[in-house]
Each structure stands twice: as C-alpha cells, then as structure tokens.
C-alpha cells in the first residue's frame, strides 16, 4: 500500500496550490480519503475529509469555503484544491487512508486515528 503527496511548494497569499494524492495497493474506491497537515511542534490537523464514494465531504474550520477536496476513483488519486492561501496555512500536508472499507462516519473520519496508511507528506509554504 502506498499513498504519494506531490505539488507543494512556495505560493503567495491569496493564491491557489492543488495537491495530488497518488495511490496504489489497495482497492481505492473502497475507502475514505482525508488530509491532514502539521507544523513542527504541533499537533496533526484535520483538514479534509471524503467518503469513499466521493459524495461527503468535511473540512476544518479554518479551511472551509477556501479548499476542495475531490477523488478520481478511476485513478486511485485524490486532490486537495487550496484557494486563497493565507500564511497560517504553511504545514506538511499528508494524505490517508481510511483503515476501514466504506466508511462514511465523518466525525470519525476527522480524527487521525481513522487512518492507517499516510503519505510522507508536502510541504506547503505561503508567503504574505
């Protein structure tokens, strides 16, 4: 099983960065997807959250209304769209999988726990 985060990097405030969830080794469709992100010293941070069949959806306070999480169930890849950045928002930024097949409990889903397959993450930095 392999998850694979790509395109972080150096944006501006108020700009747009899309990341990509790669995946392999497990039946893709069958499972919730989220991300989380992490500044050194903190705690993880629920970010985004979709139900396996892409019809649910649930963020985090701080990034509701800016980022879009989608999935491509053809070819195993999630997204994160992340529109007007704010510096706050500079975090590795990882992906997961859900240890559970067709899961839809979103409260669940929120908490790190859920998930058993992370990516190494990308880091995402935003300049003011």
């Known amino acids: 099983v392999q998850v694979v985060e790509s395109g972080g990097g150096l944006a501006h405030a108020g700009t747009s960065l899309r990341l990509s969830c790669k995946t392999s080794?497990?039946?893709?469709?069958?499972?919730?997807m989220g991300w989380f992100r992490q500044v050194p010293g903190e705690d993880r941070e629920f970010v985004a959250v979709?139900?396996?069949?892409?019809?649910?959806?649930d963020y985090g306070t701080s990034v509701k209304g800016r980022f879009i999480i989608s999935r491509d169930n053809v070819n195993g890849t999630m997204y994160l769209l992340m529109n007007n950045l704010r510096p706050e928002d500079t975090a590795r930024y990882f992906c997961?999988?859900?240890?559970?097949?067709?899961?839809?409990?979103?409260?669940?889903?929120?908490?790190?726990?859920?998930?058993?397959?992370w990516g190494q993450g990308t880091q995402v930095t935003v300049s003011s």
């Open positions: 997961a999988k859900d240890a559970n097949m067709f899961g839809s409990d979103l409260d669940r889903l929120r908490r790190p726990s859920a998930f058993d397959r």
């Open positions: 080794g497990f039946t893709f469709r069958f499972h919730a």
């Open positions: 979709i139900s396996w069949g892409g019809s649910k959806t």
